[in-house]
């Protein structure tokens, strides 16, 4: 800061040729024009905007962790499926997420309304139901994952974004 920038507190007004005023005691006339001011005004810096997320949120304590992809059941292999653990230490409701066979497109599962819970592990199955891993399937007659090509399974979360996948 410059001692001209300082200055104003010790400004001596010039007289001016105005009509005097009648004012308070203790009071004088300001002068005819504004002094500059001792500081700058604060500039307030914002943080760069940011880029909105991608789409993929992978990370997630729900993850794919297994694909058995060569079942055994002659020709459907309906017994193929995807085990899903929950790592986390919280409850997941998991209604309205998607898990998908990414590589060919189809098919998907939509779950219903569950909770899976910290550590507990669910599948889905190709055509089979189990309760004791959930219930969950494709409900598709014939093999969703293929034993020779590699495939790629993803979990989508109900708003879309990626949470898992897992390839073989």
């Known amino acids: 800061m410059s001692d001209e920038d300082n200055a104003t507190s010790t400004t001596t007004v010039a007289p001016t040729t105005q009509a005097p005023t009648t004012s308070a005691p203790n009071t004088t006339i300001p002068p005819t024009t504004t002094p500059a001011p001792t500081t700058q ?4 810096t914002t943080a760069p905007t940011t880029t909105p997320a991608p789409t993929v949120t992978l990370g997630s304590d729900v993850r794919i962790v297994r694909i058995f992809y060569d079942g055994k059941v002659y020709r459907t292999e309906a017994d193929e499926y995807i085990e899903i653990k929950n790592y986390g230490s919280v409850s997941q409701n998991i209604k309205g997420w998607i898990l998908k066979d990414i590589s060919d497109g189809s098919p998907s599962f939509t779950f219903p309304n569950y909770i899976l819970e910290p550590g507990k592990v669910i599948r889905v199955y190709t055509n089979e139901v189990h309760p004791e891993w959930g219930g969950f399937s494709f409900g598709y007659g014939r093999a969703v994952w293929n034993n020779k090509d590699p495939d790629t ?10 949470i898992s996948q897992k390839s073989y």
């Open 41 to 44: 005004a604060p500039t307030t």
């Open 153 to 162: 399974a993803a979990l989508y979360d109900a708003e879309g974004k990626m």
